[in-house]
């Protein structure tokens, strides 16, 4: 399954399958951009993040891709499993910041 | 190494009371920061803290809110006379340097504040 942008905010992809959630940032300036996702009444968890000078970055089980050019980032999951079930977010900053600026999320649901 | 720590979970204050959140980060960690989470929201920045120190309040509101991080002890979130629009989930996150700069932030479960 596959979600365009922030305004669909939910993605229901059957297990096993792919899943792949995209974030349109707003700053080209950003220097590295983070994946964090968030279960129901928890704090967001750190899931992967790459830097500005970097096109792909792969971890265990997802991938990120990040397209300076049109200012979009996607975090690709294989096999998505019942646990992937959460919300999604992109977040961006600056190395002269401290802060992280969120995206609205996508809640993704995987079904048996 | 525990994580981040928050407390109260839950937090029930009527419209003109003041509410106080705690935050213990990880241990070795001298940056905290604040968010604040409306319902189906992502998280918005409110301040940056180091021991002592605020660097960055740009996303807390001038009014009623402030935030310390003493030498001892936890990070304090205060908010004077609550009004229902403070309503949220405010969740902490702590690093060991600033983030971008081999600084993961890491995140607390929050604390859910209702204002009644």
């Known amino acids: 399954g596959e979600s365009v942008g922030l305004h669909l905010p939910t993605l229901s992809v059957q297990e096993g399958d792919n899943s792949i959630i995209n974030c349109a940032y707003s700053n080209s300036a950003s220097d590295y951009f983070i994946w964090y996702k968030q279960e129901s009444g928890k704090g967001p968890q750190f899931i992967i993040d790459i830097r500005s000078n970097m096109d792909k970055r792969q971890g265990q089980r997802v991938t990120v891709l990040l397209n300076k050019t049109v200012k979009h980032l996607s975090l690709q999951i294989a096999a998505t499993q019942p646990g992937d079930s959460a919300v999604y977010f992109c977040?961006?900053?600056?190395?002269?910041?401290?802060?992280?600026?969120f995206g609205a999320g996508t809640q993704v649901v995987v079904t048996p | 190494n525990a994580g981040v720590m928050q407390n109260p979970r839950h937090l029930v204050r009527r419209r003109g009371q003041e509410a106080r959140l705690r935050c213990s980060p990880m241990?070795?960690?001298?940056?905290v920061y604040w968010y604040r989470q409306l319902p189906e929201e992502g998280l918005k920045f409110m301040v940056y803290?180091?021991?002592?120190?605020?660097?960055?309040e740009s996303g807390m509101p001038k009014e009623r809110f402030s935030a310390e991080f003493p030498k001892e002890g936890p990070s304090i979130l205060r908010i004077q006379q609550v009004v229902r629009g403070d309503s949220a989930a405010y969740f902490c996150a702590s690093s060991p340097l600033p983030t971008g700069r081999g600084g993961e932030q890491y995140f607390g479960p929050g604390t859910r504040l209702t204002v009644t």
């Open positions: 803290l180091q021991k002592e120190n605020i660097i960055d």
């Open positions: 977040a961006e900053g600056l190395d002269s910041w401290g802060k992280l600026q």
């Open positions: 241990k070795g960690h001298s940056h």
